[in-house]
Every structure is written in structure tokens, then in C-alpha cells.
């Protein structure tokens, strides 16, 4: 994927038996840094995160990652274009190990295919660099000594961990993150943090979602208040988070 | 003795079945209820290729595995897009429709009456006659089944099926075209029942639909949930305890009318004991409660 290509939305609309989610939305994301989206429960921002990965369809508007629409794509075909994501209610396969999870994560992979699934041509090997991988992503995130243990015996917040390795996995250029450090231990959010900052160094765009302003006001270069299924408000953290209108807002 | 080959020669056709479905309903998580109309397809395939056109056994296997396949598509493409029960319900419909044509279209399998004088196979110029050597033929295709449904459960593919089964969402987010990895592991389940299918007609000589009812996708359900679905050896396990154990029936000495309701009623039995005490199954890791 070209280093410019970002998501771009148009007038996008969403409601939910009635209730708006998203109101005309407007949107423009840079092309790498780390953007903070926040607003109070209900303001659209995991929509927003569903509309752009494709599990969710607008009812109207539209969706450009770079010049392609991506609407009525499938949410595995965005993927593919260099999205991943993580759920707010973490997703994992949590019945086998930590290792495995990430190795499933990796793209094209040869041996997912039936015909080399049967006759194991070049599996092998290929599975061999997978979780060489995998192990460095693993030790990227602090998690290698756990490679072998199933997912579902981690602790929470090292399972957040895990599905941002998972991520991380699918060499996405761009990364959506639904709180990636909601309801873990202050320190190990910390590290989470800092995980991010140096994805940014590494020309990713790390968008995500954060209810604690302190973590955007530290993390993030650009934040996005949203209320009501609307933007009222974006920029330099520093500047927009001093707005007291803003805050009022957002504390409601 | 040829009794008891005779009963090895069932439970291989069934390891073949059970063992094909745990594709699906084990490693997958799709309970398709259409095994048995995949058996039949596979066995009227190759049964009337071989009375009609005097195709051999494995001619009419490779026919009756692809017909079966193909066929697979038309069910799994439309209703794969369906979720849990829908599934269920696709698949039973299908089922329905499949052993109405074959009861219906008297002109090609001559419905009810059935097709009789199906060869038996000869391999190579080898004609297996003897009970021995179809304990031996199915054997060897028992543990073909096996090998194939193991190696896909084993490889990064039967990863991305165990993915699908624990959490689709997950595995779409991590750009798996999900659907086409269902449609490929439904049709490679569905030729291997045709696999079964064809063994089981070359085996008995005749066929008519009696053998490939609902009933006969439930006992195949029923194998893979009490031997454990997604194990290793459950499906194995769960086809030689339901050929067996009914045929340890005969021995009690019921009259025949009874015997035959009489395995409904353990089949049933079994089920719900092994939903409440054991959902996971004899030897299986994973339960359907979720």
C-alpha cells in the first residue's frame, strides 16, 4: 500500500431503528501519526470503526481509502487493503495458544489454501518464517514467554496485548483500535501507549478509541470529539481538550 | 465370521461419514444435516454409472466425489451466508429434497424399487467378491478419509476453520474470505460422504432411498457428538459404538420389531445422556453449549 493512502468520508449516515449513530459525517484521516477519537457513550465512534472495516453498511454516504470506495467491500477485502482492527469486547480465539493466534493473523498464507493444506508443498517452511514472525511481534508486545499458554488464560489485560500483536500481524498500514487500554492496569496501559507511539514511528496511522483524556493528551497528535454521531470538535490535543465547551460536552 | 466383517466393513463406511461431517460440525462448527443426501448422491453416482455404463469402482468413485462436490456448491453458497440455525435448517432442507428425488424420479433411479445387480468392484483386474477383502477396501478408504480430514484439520487452513467455529467476526477482521473457506471445507466433507456412498453401494449391490434418509444424517450427527467432535479419534470412536452397539442388540433375543424402534430410542437416549453429562463427547475437546 502507497504511504498516502487513508480513509476519507462522505456525508456517511447511520441509524439503528431509529436512533442516528451517525449524522452526515465528515471526515478526513491523515495518512499516519496517531489520531484519538472521543466522545461520550453513543457518539458513533465504534460505528465509525464498523462502517470503515465494512462490517457495517451505511445508509448513505460514502467511504474512499485512498481513491477505491470501500462501501461495498467486505470486511476481509479491507482487510486485505491494509486495515486491521480490534473489538471493543476483545476477539480471539481463546481455546488455542497465544502463538497460534497471532500465526492465524498473518496474510496469504500458503497453507491456507486447500490444495497446499493437503499437500504440505513449501508448508512447511513458509509456517516456519510465520512463526519466526509471529515470535518477534510476540516479543514486540512483552508477551513471548506466553507464547505456548492458551489466549484464554491471560489475564485481560495481556489479552489486549495479544489482539494488538494479532493486528500488528496482518502488516496493516493502518490500524483501528476500539479502547486498546479500557480497563487494564495504569501501568500496562502505559505500555500499551507507548506501543502505539512507536507504531506511529513506524509510518502507521494508529487511530483509536479512548475514554481517558489523559491517555489522549500524552498519545495521541490530532484528537476527534464526537457527540451525537457528529464532530464538534478536532485538532491538536492540547488546544481542543482547553476548550471548556468541549468538556462540558464530552462530561455531559 | 462374515458377520463380523460385515460389521467392520459398516464401520468403515461410517468412519468415512463421521469422520467426513467432523470436518463441518467439529473443526468448522457448521451442523449441516445433509450428510446423508451427499452418501446417497455418492452412491446412486456411482452405482448408475456403474450399472448403465459399466464404469468401474474407482471410475464411479472419482465420479460420484465430484458430482458431490459440485452439488455441495449449490447448497453451501446460499445457505453458508446463513447463520447457526438457518444453517441447520438449509441443510435440512436440502436433505429433504435430495432423498425426494431420490424416491421420485423413478426414471433415473427407479425410486423406491431401487437399483439392484450393482457390480461388485474390481480393482486393477481384481474383483473383490469376498468379505475379506471388502474389510480390506474399506479400511484402506477409512483411512484415506481420515488422513485427508486430518491434514486439512491439522494445516494453517483447519486454523483459519477452528477460527471460524470460536469467532467468524474475528477471522474476517483478519482479512479470511471466511465464506470460501466454508464452501471448500462443505465440499471436500461432501465428496468424502459420496466416497462412503459408493463403497456402501459396490458393498451391498443395491441401493434404494430408504438408506439415505434424515435418519441416517442424524445417526452420522450422533456419531460425531458422542465420540467428540473436532477430536482426533471421537468421530472413529462414535462410528463403532453405533454400529456396534445395536448390532449387540440382536443378541438379547427382542423380536425384530422391536429391535428396530428400539435403536431410534438408544440413539435418542444417547444423545440427551451425553448432552447433559458429557457435551463435549467421549474423547472431544469442544462442546456444542456454548
Redesign the interface.
Known sequence: MKRDVTFRCEGLSKSFDGVQALVDFHLVLPSEGIVAIIGPNGAGKTTLINLLTGFLRPDSGQVFLGERKTINLAPHKIARLGVARTFQDLRLILQVSVLDNVMLSRPNQRGERLFYALTRIGVRAEQERNRDVSMELLRFVGLKDKAGKLAGELSYGQQKFLALACCLATDAKILLLDEPVAGVHPEMACRILELLRKLRDDGKLVVFIEHDISAVRSTAERVIVMDHGKIIAQGIPSEVLERSEIMEAYLG | MVYIEHILVLIGIYTILSVSLDLLAGHTGLMAMSHAAFYGLGAYTSGLAAVYFGAPFIVGVLLGMTVAAMVSLVVSLPSLRLRDDYFVIATFAFQIILFSIFNNWIGLTSGPLGIPAIPQPSIFGWTIGSHAGFVAVAAILAGFGYF?VW??AT??????L??IR??E??????????LW?KV?AFA?SAALAALAGSLFAHYITFIDPTSFTVMESILIISMVIIGGAGSRWGPLIGAVVLVTLPEALRFVGLPSSVAANLRQIIYGTLLVIMMIVRPRGLVG??GFGR
Do not use: C
Open positions: 485427508v491434514r486439512i494445516s494453517p487452513f483447519g486454523r483459519v477452528n477460527a470460536e469467532d467476526i474475528f477471522a474476517q477482521a483478519l482479512g479470511k474470505h471466511t473457506f471448500e471436500v475437546k469442544y
